[in-house]
């Protein structure tokens, strides 16, 4: 029995020991499949290359990232490779400085007796201005590494498969004509090089700033509706030139816009000048809501003549920002009576045209509006103030009034303020008012009847209240001169009947 059990373990540890080694080469062959996913795990925890950093997208079709803290905007892959499905393949390409800064026309700008770096005085160019893809200067390339961990020294994710090797920066050497400055990804800093090397590029465009953002004015729409505002069109400071940077939209009401109409509404995007930006948002349930819209760009320097500050040409962040602002519209308000029977008591206000809004309303007592009112005339229920906004200009709007009890028979609306005909202020009968139980429904036309500002601008002011008139009171009976003698004659005859009635008794 003793062998055939050791047999039965032998057995047993051999399948196991296969299973580990089976185990062992998946778990490898795993490994080496994540190293690359690995590789590209984000690098640079702090300062101004986390991921968040960077705006994602493309810039004349070509895959790009736009870098917040400098409002440049770069190419995801070295030149000679290719973005496909979150990755630079291909080889990056090696040349020498001359090759990149003048045969394929990337210097940044062109520069006082550039002859003396090899760079033909033929070529005249100003990328900075242009927007064109250009080489980045020094400081420009050295800034997408700071903060990162080596091999390479740059954000992984942003940057993919970027060779740890050296980079062409465009900045010339200020101090040695034969040289320029180059910045390594595999973490050996910023040094300089004999133009004759060859290295790679990775390319950048922007170095001029968008034109100064307006705030619109503000919209009202019903309450938690959307906001859409008209589109703008995003200009450069330099008119000739093309501005390249980013746009966020921030704040309450799920802010978003769109770019040129088309596509999808983002929360940011890499932007250019010329670029029309739509902007929309969710009213709040009440009062006022605002978004700001924030532009960057970055304003560069570019080499000065005789490249007297080759490798210290600076990018500054420019900003520009405007403000949205959605207004909920009101249709409907409650009031306290200033006077009368009902003094205290509860109106009710309703705007049924859905484009108006009821900006302001108040009561008020007949003297306080500072007119006499026509003789034989009297407003029991005092007065009421309307402003009415954000109407299509020459349109009508229609105001139910709501009292707490039914309207005497005979009640008519009266208005304060000018006429086309009279324009002092002044009471007058108005004809578009309907008056049914206790209820008076208004119908008031921008710059014409019921409009008291009698100007076609998109708001109606309407002061006026229910009215009555001494001539609809009823009369107090009256007899004529026979009739009150015959009556007079009725009272004595009982009077003397009463009298006798005494006497008998």
Not at 203 to 215: C, I, K, M, Y
Request: proline content about 6%.
């Amino acid at each position: 029995m003793p062998a055939p059990e050791y047999r039965t373990l032998t057995t047993k540890s051999r399948l196991f020991s296969h299973r580990a080694l089976s185990l062992a080469r998946w778990l490898t062959l795993l490994g080496a499949c994540a190293a690359p996913l690995l590789a590209q795990a984000q690098n640079c925890p702090t300062g101004d290359n986390t991921d968040d950093q960077y705006i994602l997208g493309e810039a004349d079709g070509t895959a790009s990232a736009m870098h917040w803290p400098t409002g440049l905007v770069w190419k995801r892959c070295s030149e000679g490779q290719t973005f496909e499905s979150g990755q630079c393949t291909g080889t990056a390409q090696t040349k020498d400085w001359n090759n990149w800064a003048e045969a394929d026309r990337l210097l940044p700008k062109s520069f006082a007796n550039q002859t003396n770096w090899g760079i033909g005085a033929g070529l005249s160019q100003n990328l900075l201005e242009s927007g064109g893809w250009r080489m980045a200067y020094m400081n420009e390339l050295h800034k997408i590494t700071e903060n990162c961990g080596t091999n390479p020294r740059v954000n992984r994710r942003v940057f993919p498969d970027t060779p740890s090797s050296y980079f062409w920066s465009g900045s010339p050497s200020a101090i040695n004509s034969n040289s320029a400055f180059r910045v390594s990804f595999g973490g050996f800093g910023i040094g300089t090089s004999n133009r004759s090397n060859n290295q790679r590029v990775r390319l950048v465009r922007g170095g001029q700033s968008f034109a100064a953002l307006t705030s619109p004015s503000a919209q009202t729409v019903s309450a938690g509706d959307s906001a859409t505002f008209p589109a703008f069109t995003l200009a450069p400071s330099v008119p000739a030139g093309q501005a390249w940077g980013g746009a966020r939209i921030s704040g309450d009401g799920n802010p978003e816009f769109q770019l040129n109409g088309t596509g999808d509404w983002v929360q940011q995007a890499i932007v250019k000048s010329g670029d029309q930006i739509t902007v929309r948002f969710n009213a709040p349930d009440s009062g006022s809501r605002t978004v700001t819209f924030t532009l960057r760009s970055g304003q560069t320097t570019g080499t000065r003549d005789n490249a007297s500050n080759g490798g210290n040409e600076a990018t500054a962040l420019q900003e520009t920002s405007a403000s949205f602002t959605a207004l909920s519209r009101v249709t409907d308000l409650s009031l306290q009576l200033p006077e009368g029977p009902d003094s205290g008591e509860t109106m009710n206000l309703s705007v049924t045209d859905s484009e108006w809004n009821l900006d302001a309303a108040q009561t008020l007592t007949a003297a306080s509006l500072g007119a006499a009112l026509p003789p034989g005339v009297t407003l029991p229920h005092g007065a009421v103030s309307l402003r009415l906004t954000d109407g299509t200009p020459g349109s009508t709007a229609t105001v139910v009034l709501t009292y707490p009890e039914e309207l005497p028979a005979g009640t008519r609306y009266y208005k304060y303020g000018p006429t086309a005909d009279n324009p002092a202020d002044h009471w007058y009968p108005y004809d578009g008012a309907v008056i049914s139980g206790n209820t008076i429904t208004l119908t008031l036309t921008d710059g014409g009847a019921g409009d008291s500002d009698l100007s076609v601008n998109g708001i109606i002011d309407d002061p006026g209240g229910p009215a009555l008139l001494a001539t609809d009171l009823a009369p107090i009976p009256t007899l004529s001169q026979w009739a009150m003698l015959l009556l007079a004659g009725i009272i004595g005859l009982l009077a003397l009947s009463k009298v006798r009635w005494m006497h008998n008794t």
